[in-house]
C-alpha cells in the first residue's frame, strides 16, 4: 500500500484548553500513521493565547502561520504552505481518531486504483461529552446533519471542514476559498464544496474517517446564538455568491414573518429552557413560516448590504440558523 504524504491544517483561535486535547490525540494519529505528515497551526488568537499555541507547535515542530481570523482567510493560507497535495482539516474545539490518517490513505489509494479524480474527501463529525438542553434543542432540528451525512453518501456536494481533507491541486484550478467580509466564519465549508462540483470534480466520503467534535463550544446560550450569527452571515454570503440557486426573494413580507416568529422563539427561550417547549416553538414557527413561503412564495434572501447592514444583520447574523433550513433555496 502507497502511504501518500498528507498535510494536517488546524485553525485555531483563543482556546487553548480545547487545542491541547486536539493536539494530543493527533499526536497519536501521526504516530500510528506510516506515511510522512506535516502539522500546519494557524493561529488568530490573542496575544496572551498566542504564545502558548506557539510553544506547543514549536515543542511539536510544526508549522506555525498567524492569520487575520477569518476562516476562509486561515484556510487559504494552510492550503498554500501546505507541502503536499493532501491536505486534512479540522478544527480546535475536536478530537481525531488514532487511524484518521490511516483510513484517509486508505481512501486516497481505493480512488486512485479506480482512476477517480477527486477534489474532496469528507469523514464523519461524532460529537462528544456533555450535551446540554441548548445542544439538543440545535441536534433535534436537522441542522447539524451535515457533520454526519458522510455516514449515509458515498459523495457529497460538500461537507463540514471540520473533518475534510482536500487536494491542493482542486485548490488551485478554483482560486481557493472565497474570502469577503460579509461572512468572516462559516458558510466557506458549502461554498468551497458547491466550486469543485461545479468545476467537474467529484467529493467523496470515507465513513471511517471519524472526527469527535466536543460539546463544550456547544453547550451554552452565548455559543447557540454565536452560531446563529455564523450561520445566518453565511446564509445571506451563499445567497450573493449563487444567485441561481435562489428561488424567490420578497424581503417586505418575509421580514415581517421573520419578526413574528422570532418574538416568539425569544419569549420562549427567556421564559424556559425546556428542551420540550423549545422544540415545540421551532416545530410551530416551522410550520409557519413553509405555510406562508409556499403561498406568497416569499423568503428572506438578499438583503442588500449597502441599504441597511444593521437589519441584514440583524435578520441573517443573529438568528439566521432558525430560518435556514426552512427557505427555497439549493444549498442544503
Partial sequence: MINNPISISILTINRIKLFKKLVYSLKSAIEKYPGNSEVIICDASSENIRYLVLDITNENHWKYIRFNGTEAHGRNIAMKNALNNYVLFTDD?????????????????????????????????????????????IYATGCMYAFQSAKHNKSLEWGTTSNALFTKMAWTSINGFIENDISPVGGVDVSYGIKLTKKGYKNYTEPEAIVFHTTESWNNKKDLFNRMQNYGRSEYNLCVIFPER???????????????????????SVL?????????????????????????????????????????????KKYGLLYKRFIYRKFY
Wanted: charged share 20%; proline share 0%; glycine share 2%.
Fill in 93 to 137: 474545539d475536536c478530537e481525531v481518531s488514532s487511524d484518521l490518517l490511516v483510513k484517509y490513505n486508505s481512501k486516497i489509494n481505493s480512488l486512485k486504483s479506480q482512476e477517480k479524480e477527486f477534489g474532496a474527501i469528507y469523514g464523519v463529525t461524532e460529537f462528544k461529552g456533555t450535551k446540554s438542553t441548548w445542544f439538543n434543542s
Fill in 246 to 268: 435562489v428561488y424567490y426573494d420578497n424581503r417586505n413580507i418575509a421580514f415581517i414573518l421573520f419578526l413574528i416568529s422570532l418574538i416568539i422563539l425569544i419569549a420562549v
Fill in 272 to 316: 424556559t429552557e425546556s428542551f420540550f417547549l423549545i422544540l415545540l416553538t421551532i416545530c410551530i414557527i416551522t410550520s409557519i413560516l413553509v405555510y406562508f413561503s409556499i403561498k406568497w412564495k416569499s423568503i428572506i434572501l438578499e438583503l442588500k448590504k449597502k441599504s441597511s447592514y444593521f437589519r441584514q444583520a440583524f435578520i441573517h
